[in-house]
């Protein structure tokens, strides 16, 4: 314990001197107070008095830096209700989402932590917990990181903290997992062609041919597409206009699973795409299906009805039943051209991919047939024409690859 030497002078069991507000704990620990200008106490704890003077250095520069005293016990839970209740600008689905990815794989682990003790090396061994022990995609953790990122960037615009642990952290996790770049790609003509011939001829799938084809030939978001509603279809003037989207969410929270009408993300998705005769011979094929089975659209969502495509019940389809159906279809389309063709003749398969794969598919097909890039811009609905020119750039790297093969094989004549 500590004593006084001459009555002024505090040491402790070593004899060692003692600052003003360092005390020696019964247990061998030290302990050091002090007050801020608020009038509220505050107190470090250290095994040892050395390690007990580190920290009190680090306060002195904490407080030269404008770090808040506060953030010693401020959890990352804690910066996360924070953030919560300050986060403005985002749409409320996109909000649900970034809460029920923190709730769901953050909140009951890393969250715990303090949110100055995190280092990087704690970000990413948390990253790979979520893939190689619980076996997210790397898609998924990509939302998880979204909102940690910005929980830290919080702490750090608060004083909390001097540096975001997450930055390119993802980065990193995405090179140690094999998926540096993971840029969704098109399907190529032959693809394109098998899957929308192998839908239109195949009973089974028929049904999906319009909303699939038009996905493909006019590069709609597949909320879009879903929320898509006749007297958006103009098929006398050929026009499509998109003035909102349809988002599926199954949050935990009292709604829980539903449907919410909002306006598209950015300005530029409130567009008009001209429609391709093709399309608009799908629209009428979509109408002609319907009145056949006796279909009649019976979703009433946030004052929107009479949606285009419908399930069996007539309600409004999920994204998910989009690309459930695309796996089907995929599979069973391959096993067909296997059975008929087998592998000896390197027959066309179609890959693993997803409706926003389709939107892709149809940007590549404009730029291969040299549609100006601002017009491509447009109908994409593309806020910033940097993402165009990154497909732009992809498709012609592709394509002059394409040439220079063509130009040996014919040098080797």
Known sequence: MAKRVQGVVRVDSRNVRLKTGETEKANGGYEYRWSTPDGKRHSIYAKTLNRLREMEEQLIIDKHEGIRVDARTMTVNQCFQLWKELKRGVKDNTLKNYIYMYETFVMNTFGKKRVMQVQRSDVKRFYNTLVDQRGLKISTVDNVHNVLHQVFQLAVDDNYIRQNPTVRMLKELRISHGHEVEKRKALSMEQQKLFLSY?????????????????????????ELIGLRWQDV????????????????????????????????????????????GVKEAFKLERIHQQEVGLISCSHIDGYENFVFLNQFGKVHSPGALNKAIKRIVRDCNDQVLLQDGLEKDPVLLPDFSCHNLRHTFATRLCESGINIKVIQSILGHMDIKTTMDIYVDVMQETKKREIEQFDGYMQQ
Do not use: Q
């Not at 041919?209 to 038009?214: L, Q, R, V």
């Not at 026009?239 to 306006?263: F, K, M, P, Q, W």
């Open 199 to 223: 839908i239109k001829r195949t009973p089974r799938y028929r049904h999906w041919y319009p909303a699939f084809y038009i996905m493909v030939n006019t590069g709609m978001r597949v909320g």
């Open 234 to 277: 103009d098929l006398k003037n050929e026009i499509i206009h998109i003035n909102h989207t349809l988002v599926y969410y199954n949050h935990r929270d009292e709604r829980g699973a539903c449907y919410s009408v909002n306006s598209p993300k950015t300005k530029a998705g409130c567009r008009e795409i001209p429609m391709a005769s």
